[in-house]
Protein backbone atom coordinates (compact mmCIF):
# COMPACT_ATOMS: atom_id res chain seq x y z
CA UNK A 1 0.00 0.00 0.00
CA UNK A 2 2.71 2.29 -0.18
CA UNK A 3 3.81 5.08 -1.91
CA UNK A 4 7.30 5.95 -3.17
CA UNK A 5 8.32 9.52 -3.53
CA UNK A 6 11.73 10.43 -5.55
CA UNK A 7 12.32 14.25 -4.92
CA UNK A 8 10.93 13.94 -1.64
CA UNK A 9 13.43 16.87 0.16
CA UNK A 10 12.62 19.25 -2.77
CA UNK A 11 9.81 21.59 -2.37
CA UNK A 12 6.87 20.15 -4.72
CA UNK A 13 8.54 16.66 -3.13
CA UNK A 14 7.84 17.56 0.29
CA UNK A 15 4.49 18.90 -0.39
CA UNK A 16 3.77 15.65 -1.59
CA UNK A 17 4.66 13.61 1.26
CA UNK A 18 2.83 16.11 3.71
CA UNK A 19 -0.25 15.74 1.68
CA UNK A 20 -0.42 11.96 1.09
CA UNK A 21 0.60 11.72 4.94
CA UNK A 22 -2.06 13.57 6.06
CA UNK A 23 -4.48 11.07 4.47
CA UNK A 24 -2.93 8.23 6.18
CA UNK A 25 -0.94 7.32 2.78
CA UNK A 26 2.08 5.16 3.95
CA UNK A 27 5.15 7.22 2.59
CA UNK A 28 8.41 5.90 1.84
CA UNK A 29 10.53 9.20 1.07
CA UNK A 30 13.82 8.84 -1.11
CA UNK A 31 16.63 10.88 -0.11
CA UNK A 32 20.05 11.04 -1.38
CA UNK A 33 21.39 12.72 2.17
CA UNK A 34 19.32 10.77 4.65
CA UNK A 35 21.03 13.03 7.55
CA UNK A 36 20.21 16.20 5.92
CA UNK A 37 17.61 18.73 7.65
CA UNK A 38 14.77 18.07 4.76
CA UNK A 39 15.30 14.39 5.54
CA UNK A 40 15.31 15.27 9.23
CA UNK A 41 11.64 17.06 8.85
CA UNK A 42 10.59 14.05 6.67
CA UNK A 43 10.73 12.02 9.27
CA UNK A 44 9.25 14.41 11.43
CA UNK A 45 6.08 13.24 9.87
CA UNK A 46 3.45 10.50 10.47
CA UNK A 47 3.13 7.56 8.05
CA UNK A 48 6.52 8.17 6.55
CA UNK A 49 9.53 6.52 6.14
CA UNK A 50 12.98 8.10 4.87
CA UNK A 51 15.45 5.37 2.30
CA UNK A 52 18.73 6.44 1.22
CA UNK A 53 18.41 6.16 -2.68
CA UNK A 54 19.44 8.16 -6.18
CA UNK A 55 17.81 7.82 -9.09
CA UNK A 56 20.85 7.73 -10.86
CA UNK A 57 22.21 4.53 -9.12
CA UNK A 58 20.11 1.38 -10.09
CA UNK A 59 20.91 -0.22 -7.14
CA UNK A 60 19.49 1.84 -4.55
CA UNK A 61 16.21 1.52 -6.14
CA UNK A 62 15.23 -1.73 -5.46
CA UNK A 63 14.81 -1.63 -1.88
CA UNK A 64 13.44 1.97 -2.32
CA UNK A 65 10.21 0.91 -4.41
CA UNK A 66 9.70 -2.65 -2.49
CA UNK A 67 6.59 -2.92 -1.27
CA UNK A 68 5.41 -0.05 -3.31
CA UNK A 69 2.29 0.43 -5.37
CA UNK A 70 2.91 3.89 -6.85
CA UNK A 71 5.73 5.44 -7.45
CA UNK A 72 5.69 9.62 -7.96
CA UNK A 73 8.57 11.36 -9.36
CA UNK A 74 9.27 15.45 -8.60
CA UNK A 75 12.88 15.07 -9.05
CA UNK A 76 14.73 17.97 -10.75
CA UNK A 77 18.27 18.56 -11.49
CA UNK A 78 19.60 20.71 -8.24
CA UNK A 79 21.61 22.92 -8.64
CA UNK A 80 20.88 23.98 -12.24
CA UNK A 81 23.55 23.06 -14.26
CA UNK A 82 24.06 25.73 -16.61
CA UNK A 83 24.40 24.73 -20.64
CA UNK A 84 27.82 24.72 -22.24
CA UNK A 85 28.84 24.69 -25.99
CA UNK A 86 30.19 21.37 -25.73
CA UNK A 87 26.94 19.56 -24.92
CA UNK A 88 26.58 19.82 -28.60
CA UNK A 89 28.67 17.38 -28.93
CA UNK A 90 29.58 15.72 -25.70
CA UNK A 91 28.31 13.00 -24.20
CA UNK A 92 25.95 13.66 -21.48
CA UNK A 93 26.04 10.62 -19.45
CA UNK A 94 29.82 11.40 -18.52
CA UNK A 95 29.05 14.13 -16.09
CA UNK A 96 26.70 12.96 -13.31
CA UNK A 97 25.19 16.77 -12.84
CA UNK A 98 24.20 16.61 -17.16
CA UNK A 99 20.00 16.84 -16.96
CA UNK A 100 19.96 13.46 -19.59
CA UNK A 101 21.41 11.25 -16.12
CA UNK A 102 18.36 12.15 -13.91
CA UNK A 103 15.63 13.32 -16.29
CA UNK A 104 16.51 10.04 -18.78
CA UNK A 105 18.53 7.67 -17.02
CA UNK A 106 17.31 8.26 -13.75
CA UNK A 107 13.28 7.27 -15.00
CA UNK A 108 14.91 4.52 -16.83
CA UNK A 109 16.42 3.19 -13.91
CA UNK A 110 12.94 4.15 -11.82
CA UNK A 111 10.82 2.44 -14.20
CA UNK A 112 13.34 -0.75 -14.27
CA UNK A 113 13.00 -1.31 -10.41
CA UNK A 114 9.06 -0.87 -10.74
CA UNK A 115 8.94 -3.09 -13.48
CA UNK A 116 11.03 -6.18 -11.57
CA UNK A 117 9.76 -5.70 -7.86
CA UNK A 118 7.82 -8.48 -7.21
CA UNK A 119 5.01 -7.65 -7.09
CA UNK A 120 5.77 -5.00 -9.59
CA UNK A 121 4.46 -1.38 -8.87
CA UNK A 122 1.60 -0.59 -10.87
CA UNK A 123 1.47 3.28 -11.32
CA UNK A 124 4.08 6.13 -11.47
CA UNK A 125 3.09 9.54 -11.47
CA UNK A 126 5.84 12.09 -13.18
CA UNK A 127 6.05 15.65 -13.29
CA UNK A 128 8.14 17.95 -15.83
CA UNK A 129 7.13 20.43 -17.29
CA UNK A 130 4.67 22.92 -19.91
CA UNK A 131 8.10 23.06 -22.22
CA UNK A 132 8.33 19.57 -22.82
CA UNK A 133 5.56 19.79 -25.08
CA UNK A 134 6.57 22.71 -27.08
CA UNK A 135 8.83 22.35 -30.70
CA UNK A 136 12.87 22.45 -30.51
CA UNK A 137 12.56 25.26 -32.32
CA UNK A 138 10.13 27.14 -30.01
CA UNK A 139 12.15 30.32 -28.64
CA UNK A 140 11.18 29.08 -25.41
CA UNK A 141 12.58 25.84 -25.94
CA UNK A 142 16.01 27.02 -27.82
CA UNK A 143 16.52 29.28 -24.38
CA UNK A 144 15.93 25.89 -22.42
CA UNK A 145 18.01 24.24 -24.66
CA UNK A 146 21.39 26.70 -23.84
CA UNK A 147 20.86 27.38 -20.98
CA UNK A 148 19.32 24.61 -19.19
CA UNK A 149 21.61 21.68 -21.01
CA UNK A 150 18.59 20.36 -23.04
CA UNK A 151 16.80 19.64 -20.05
CA UNK A 152 13.79 19.50 -21.74
CA UNK A 153 15.26 17.10 -24.38
CA UNK A 154 15.87 14.69 -21.80
CA UNK A 155 12.65 15.53 -19.97
CA UNK A 156 11.08 14.61 -23.17
CA UNK A 157 12.97 11.22 -23.32
CA UNK A 158 11.89 10.34 -19.95
CA UNK A 159 8.55 10.61 -20.97
CA UNK A 160 8.65 8.19 -23.71
CA UNK A 161 10.34 5.59 -21.96
CA UNK A 162 7.18 5.77 -19.50
CA UNK A 163 4.52 5.66 -22.28
CA UNK A 164 6.59 2.58 -23.84
CA UNK A 165 7.04 1.10 -20.69
CA UNK A 166 4.41 -2.26 -18.69
CA UNK A 167 3.62 0.85 -16.14
CA UNK A 168 0.55 2.90 -15.80
CA UNK A 169 1.30 6.28 -15.50
CA UNK A 170 0.08 10.04 -15.23
CA UNK A 171 2.55 12.60 -16.45
CA UNK A 172 1.96 16.21 -15.26
CA UNK A 173 3.53 19.35 -17.30
CA UNK A 174 2.59 22.07 -15.04
CA UNK A 175 3.71 25.91 -16.32
CA UNK A 176 6.50 27.49 -13.76
CA UNK A 177 5.83 26.37 -10.59
CA UNK A 178 5.41 29.54 -7.99
CA UNK A 179 5.33 30.10 -4.17
CA UNK A 180 1.98 31.39 -4.21
CA UNK A 181 -1.34 30.56 -2.65
CA UNK A 182 -3.87 28.25 -4.47
CA UNK A 183 -6.05 29.23 -7.04
CA UNK A 184 -8.69 28.74 -4.95
CA UNK A 185 -7.75 31.09 -2.39
CA UNK A 186 -7.28 33.85 -5.04
CA UNK A 187 -10.26 33.04 -6.70
CA UNK A 188 -7.91 32.47 -9.84
CA UNK A 189 -9.35 29.21 -11.85
CA UNK A 190 -7.45 26.02 -12.91
CA UNK A 191 -6.61 24.80 -16.50
CA UNK A 192 -6.08 21.22 -17.61
CA UNK A 193 -5.08 20.09 -21.01
CA UNK A 194 -4.89 16.34 -22.11
CA UNK A 195 -5.44 14.18 -25.11
CA UNK A 196 -8.96 16.15 -25.84
CA UNK A 197 -7.27 19.92 -26.76
CA UNK A 198 -5.60 17.65 -29.43
CA UNK A 199 -1.82 17.33 -29.92
CA UNK A 200 0.76 19.81 -28.44
CA UNK A 201 -1.92 21.96 -27.59
CA UNK A 202 -1.49 23.12 -23.83
CA UNK A 203 -3.02 25.74 -21.85
CA UNK A 204 -1.86 29.40 -21.83
CA UNK A 205 1.23 29.92 -19.33
CA UNK A 206 -0.46 33.07 -18.21
CA UNK A 207 0.21 33.32 -14.49
CA UNK A 208 2.25 30.22 -13.78
CA UNK A 209 0.83 27.79 -10.98
CA UNK A 210 0.80 27.64 -7.54
CA UNK A 211 2.72 24.65 -6.09
CA UNK A 212 0.24 23.73 -4.04
CA UNK A 213 -1.98 22.98 -6.89
CA UNK A 214 0.10 21.06 -8.34
CA UNK A 215 0.81 18.58 -5.32
CA UNK A 216 -2.90 18.01 -5.31
CA UNK A 217 -2.81 17.27 -8.73
CA UNK A 218 0.02 14.86 -8.20
CA UNK A 219 -1.65 13.20 -4.87
CA UNK A 220 -5.35 12.68 -7.17
CA UNK A 221 -3.25 11.18 -9.92
CA UNK A 222 -1.81 8.12 -7.84
CA UNK A 223 -5.23 6.49 -7.64
CA UNK A 224 -7.85 7.94 -10.42
CA UNK A 225 -8.54 5.98 -13.16
CA UNK A 226 -9.49 9.03 -14.94
CA UNK A 227 -6.09 10.30 -15.70
CA UNK A 228 -4.68 6.87 -16.62
CA UNK A 229 -2.50 6.81 -19.36
CA UNK A 230 -2.19 10.50 -19.36
CA UNK A 231 -0.14 13.84 -20.08
CA UNK A 232 -1.89 16.79 -18.39
CA UNK A 233 -0.86 20.56 -19.83
CA UNK A 234 -1.58 22.48 -16.34
CA UNK A 235 -1.88 26.06 -15.69
CA UNK A 236 -3.58 28.85 -14.00
CA UNK A 237 -5.85 31.94 -15.15
CA UNK A 238 -6.37 34.67 -13.04
CA UNK A 239 -9.88 35.58 -12.82
CA UNK A 240 -11.01 38.31 -15.55
CA UNK A 241 -11.10 42.03 -14.52
CA UNK A 242 -10.45 45.00 -16.67
CA UNK A 243 -6.70 44.98 -16.71
CA UNK A 244 -7.03 41.69 -18.70
CA UNK A 245 -10.12 42.95 -20.08
CA UNK A 246 -12.04 40.11 -18.38
CA UNK A 247 -10.47 38.00 -20.47
CA UNK A 248 -11.70 34.17 -19.04
CA UNK A 249 -11.43 30.60 -20.60
CA UNK A 250 -14.79 28.64 -20.54
CA UNK A 251 -12.42 25.38 -20.21
CA UNK A 252 -11.25 26.47 -16.51
CA UNK A 253 -12.32 25.79 -13.41
CA UNK A 254 -11.72 26.48 -9.71
CA UNK A 255 -10.86 22.64 -8.81
CA UNK A 256 -9.10 19.55 -10.76
CA UNK A 257 -11.63 17.29 -9.96
CA UNK A 258 -14.44 18.83 -12.15
CA UNK A 259 -12.22 18.90 -14.95
CA UNK A 260 -10.54 15.21 -14.52
CA UNK A 261 -14.07 13.64 -16.21
CA UNK A 262 -12.81 15.18 -19.55
CA UNK A 263 -9.53 13.62 -19.43
CA UNK A 264 -8.39 11.57 -22.57
CA UNK A 265 -5.06 9.27 -22.56
CA UNK A 266 -2.49 9.65 -24.63
CA UNK A 267 -3.13 8.71 -28.38
CA UNK A 268 -0.05 6.41 -29.87
CA UNK A 269 2.66 8.49 -31.52
CA UNK A 270 2.02 11.98 -29.86
CA UNK A 271 4.58 12.12 -28.48
CA UNK A 272 7.62 11.88 -30.55
CA UNK A 273 11.50 12.05 -30.31
CA UNK A 274 12.83 15.38 -31.67
CA UNK A 275 16.12 17.40 -32.83
CA UNK A 276 16.70 20.11 -30.38
CA UNK A 277 20.71 20.01 -31.27
CA UNK A 278 20.31 21.67 -34.71
CA UNK A 279 18.28 24.89 -33.40
CA UNK A 280 20.49 25.15 -30.90
CA UNK A 281 23.56 25.00 -33.01
CA UNK A 282 21.66 27.81 -35.23
CA UNK A 283 21.36 30.08 -32.18
CA UNK A 284 24.89 29.93 -30.84
CA UNK A 285 25.87 31.05 -34.91
CA UNK A 286 23.62 33.78 -34.55
CA UNK A 287 24.82 35.00 -31.69
CA UNK A 288 28.39 34.22 -31.98
Known amino acids: NKVLVAGAT ?12 SQKVPVVAMARDPGGAAAAELRGMEHV ?7 RDRETLTEAVRGCRAVVC ?30 YRGILNLISACEEATPPVKKMVRVTGLSVGLSPWN ?27 SLDYTVIRPAGIKECPKASETG ?5 ASQEWGDGKGPPATTGISRGDVADLV ?21 GTASNFFREDDRADYTWDTMLAKVQPDAPGSLKQANYGAPATLALIALS
Do not use: Q
Open 10 to 21: GKLGMMVVRKLA
Open 49 to 55: EVVKADL
Open 74 to 103: TAAVRPLRLGRASDLWSDPFSDPSHPANLN
Open 139 to 165: PISVLFSLVNSFANKWNREGELALRGS
Open 188 to 192: DKLLL
Open 219 to 239: CLSVDDPRVSKATLRVSRMAR
